[in-house]
C-alpha cells in the first residue's frame, strides 16, 4: 500500500539557517505530493503540493521538487525564521483514492534566535 | 470564504464513556469530509471519509463510527472509549474532485 517516511525529528535550527526536511514515499499509482504544516494548537494548513514528476511547489520561501526516479519530495527553506517553527508533515494522494491522503509520521521543526 | 469548525477543543473522557466529536462546514456544498487521528508520536491516520449525506467509508476496523445527517455536518462517536482511543482528532473537507483538503482546529481527546 501507499506509505510516506519522513526523516524523524526534532529538527532544532538557528534563525536563517537552511532547512531541509526529507520525504520518500511508496505508491503503486501516480500520486500528488503535499507538505502540510501545523502550527502550535492549530489544525493543518496546506503548505505547497506537486502533481506531476519534476513539479516545484512552492509558498512562503519553501520549496519542494517532485522526484520520481528517487521517489522523494524533500522540503527546502534558504533561511528560516522563528515562525516557521512547527510540525511539517508530508503526504500523497494516489491516483483512484477518492481524494485520501496518506500522512507521514510528521517532523518538529524548532527554529531559535 | 470556507470555514470549517471543530467542537469541542479539548475533552477528558473516562474509558467506557461515549464520544460525539462534531464538525461543520460553512460556505460550500456537497464536500467531502474526513476524520483524521494524530496519536502521540505517530502521523495522521484517515479514520473515515464521506463524499455525500449518509455515505461514510471506513478505513480502519475501530470502536468509532462516523455519520453525516446533513451536508456540512460530519459526527464522530463511540459507544464506549478505550484508552487507545486517546489522540488528536482532525477534520477536513474538500471540494468534490479536488485534491486539496482544508482542515479543522482538532479536537484534544484524553481517555483516562
Known amino acids: 500500500g501507499d506509505s510516506v517516511t519522513q526523516m524523524e525529528g526534532p529538527v532544532t535550527l538557528s534563525e536563517e539557517a537552511f532547512l531541509t526536511i526529507n520525504c520518500t514515499y511508496t505508491?503503486?499509482?501516480?500520486?500528488?505530493l503535499f507538505w502540510y504544516v501545523q502550527y502550535p494548537g492549530e489544525g493543518l494548513q496546506l503548505l505547497l503540493k506537486?502533481?506531476?514528476?519534476?513539479d516545484k511547489g512552492s509558498n512562503k520561501g519553501f520549496e519542494a521538487t517532485y522526484r520520481k526516479e528517487t521517489t522523494s519530495f524533500h522540503l527546502e527553506k534558504g533561511s528560516v525564521q522563528v515562525s516557521d517553527s512547527a510540525v511539517y508533515f508530508c503526504?500523497?494522494?494516489?491516483?483512484?483514492?477518492?481524494?485520501?491522503?496518506?500522512f507521514g509520521t510528521g517532523t518538529r521543526l524548532q527554529v531559535t534566535l | 470564504s470556507q470555514t470549517i469548525h471543530q467542537w469541542p477543543a479539548t475533552l477528558v473522557q473516562p474509558v467506557g464513556s461515549p464520544l460525539s466529536l462534531e464538525c461543520t462546514v460553512e460556505?460550500?456544498?456537497?464536500?467531502?469530509l474526513y476524520w483524521y487521528r494524530q496519536a502521540a508520536g505517530r502521523g495522521l491516520q484517515l479514520l473515515f471519509y464521506?463524499?455525500?449525506?449518509?455515505?461514510i467509508s471506513s478505513e480502519v476496523p475501530q470502536n468509532l463510527s462516523a455519520s453525516r445527517p446533513q451536508d456540512r455536518q460530519f459526527i464522530l462517536s463511540s459507544k464506549k472509549l478505550l484508552l487507545s482511543d486517546s489522540g488528536f482528532y482532525l477534520c477536513?473537507?474538500?471540494?468534490?474532485?479536488?485534491?486539496?483538503?482544508?482542515f479543522g482546529p482538532g479536537t484534544r481527546l484524553l481517555v483516562l
Open positions: 477536513a473537507w474538500s471540494r468534490g474532485g479536488e485534491e486539496t483538503q482544508y
Open positions: 505508491a503503486t499509482g501516480y500520486p500528488s
Open positions: 506537486a502533481t506531476k514528476a519534476d
Open positions: 503526504a500523497l494522494r494516489d491516483t483512484g483514492t477518492a481524494s485520501k491522503l496518506t
Open positions: 460556505g460550500t456544498s456537497n464536500p467531502n
Open positions: 464521506s463524499v455525500g449525506i449518509g455515505q
